[in-house]
């Protein structure tokens, strides 16, 4: 399975076309369109949500709500189109009164990307760069979800901190990454606990009056996850590399660790690695889950924890120093309209990767023809792997 998204940040529309999908699986728009509205939610948003109301509409590979096996198309429309018409003309001469982007936003695509591809204009790099693109990302991989809750996968995110303010989460989360969905999303900042909730809020306020924004972290997880999902032969085929890949993959994210992570670096290897026992019921089974569901590049059955860190949203009401690209002279960076903070949105577009990688992880164990035959796979693998168990 994999994908393929086109279409600018001010363009008509994102388009995203997902290959691979097998035959027999079926589709809701309502869970897809469900997905791109908690992207687009958040403390912290900018004035660009208040303008688009992110649905997806599904143009081919779907048959009365069944995927036929075919590359499957969305779009996603871009309301505010129709404020860029002439900026963003697909064809015709340029308008002479037209105001190229010369002052590339530090932390941005805006410099390299010119440089890079010869451009005078940063909008050439910036309409693309920009993470209005990763709405295509989560309308297609509503497809993966659809896929990995037929097979019992659950997928969620959640916020543990933005900028200086934390949730000082139990390590447990670990083994039992179990939270009241209900918790996350009526949070405004996607954390489970309401005082957190309200100390990154008020982080956040204080930042939008003094022209800043914020990065912070949060967690996906998986659940129901059987093991033996990627491989150990070659480093590239490692289901560690493919989702540090995939979220590295998302705007402003600086940092990834399964499991543990970086604390796994300052204990004995006692303390980190997960012993193994026995069970007649579940067969091979870990008591702990330090390393967050992976080992040798594959999934243990237990449950897939990452974490990821994000950085401040390079877009700064009050600007930073850059460089005229036409005069060669200091200047104030560019201000395209943008939010505070978007770590909340980045959780369920990392949700997203993580969907996409794990639905192609089963697909590439099980088979990729049809629901029918890949259930009867998986259930023939669970078998034997349980009784070799014994």
């Known amino acids: 399975m994999d994908f393929v998204t086109a279409g600018e940040s001010h363009g008509p529309q994102l388009t995203a076309i997902v290959g691979g999908v097998p035959a027999g699986l079926k589709i809701s728009e309502t869970n897809i369109n469900s997905d791109l509205a908690r992207r687009q939610s958040g403390y912290g948003r900018g004035g660009r949500q208040q303008i688009e109301t992110d649905k997806a509409t599904i143009t081919s590979g779907v048959r009365f709500g ?22 963003m003309s697909v064809f015709g001469d340029a308008p002479e009164a037209l105001q190229r982007e010369v002052t590339p936003r530090p932390g941005h695509a805006d410099l390299v990307g010119v440089l890079k591809n010869n451009f005078d204009d940063c909008r050439n790099v910036l309409e693309r760069a920009s993470a209005r ?165 594959m999934t243990t059955g237990m449950p897939l924890v990452v974490t990821a860190a994000m950085k401040p949203i390079p ?29 909340p949105a980045a959780a369920v577009v990392a949700e997203a990767e993580v969907a996409f990688v794990l639905a192609n992880a089963y697909l590439l164990k099980f088979g990729s023809d049809n629901m029918t035959d890949i259930k009867a796979n998986m259930r023939s693998y669970l078998h034997r792997v349980k009784t070799q168990s014994r």
């Open 66 to 87: 069944i995927t036929l096996g075919t590359p499957i198309a969305l779009s996603v429309e871009n309301r505010d189109w129709q404020n860029w018409k002439e900026r």
């Open 133 to 297: 693109e990763t709405a295509a990302r989560v309308a297609a991989a509503g497809i993966a979800r659809e896929f990995l809750a037929e097979l019992g996968v659950e997928v969620f995110s959640y916020v543990i901190r933005i900028g200086s303010a934390a949730w000082d989460e139990p390590e447990s989360f670990l083994r039992t990454p179990h939270l009241n969905p209900g918790a996350i999303e009526l949070s405004e900042v996607r954390c489970p606990d309401a005082e957190a909730s309200e100390r990154m809020k008020k982080v956040i306020d204080v930042a939008h009056v003094q022209g800043e924004s914020l990065g912070g972290v949060f967690r996906v997880a998986a659940t129901g996850l059987i093991p033996g999902l990627g491989d150990f032969a070659a480093g590239p085929d490692r289901l560690t590399s493919k989702l540090g890949a995939a979220l590295f993959g998302i705007p402003a994210i600086k940092g990834v660790e399964f499991g543990l992570g970086f604390a796994a670096a300052q204990r004995p290897g006692s303390e980190v690695h997960d012993p193994i026992a026995q069970t007649d019921e579940s067969g091979f089974v870990r008591k702990s889950n330090n390393a967050g569901g992976l080992e040798g590049g």
């Open 315 to 343: 877009t700064l009401k009050t600007p930073l120093e850059t460089v005229n690209m036409d005069t060669m002279e200091p200047a104030l960076a560019s201000k395209e309209r943008s939010d505070v903070c978007a770590v």
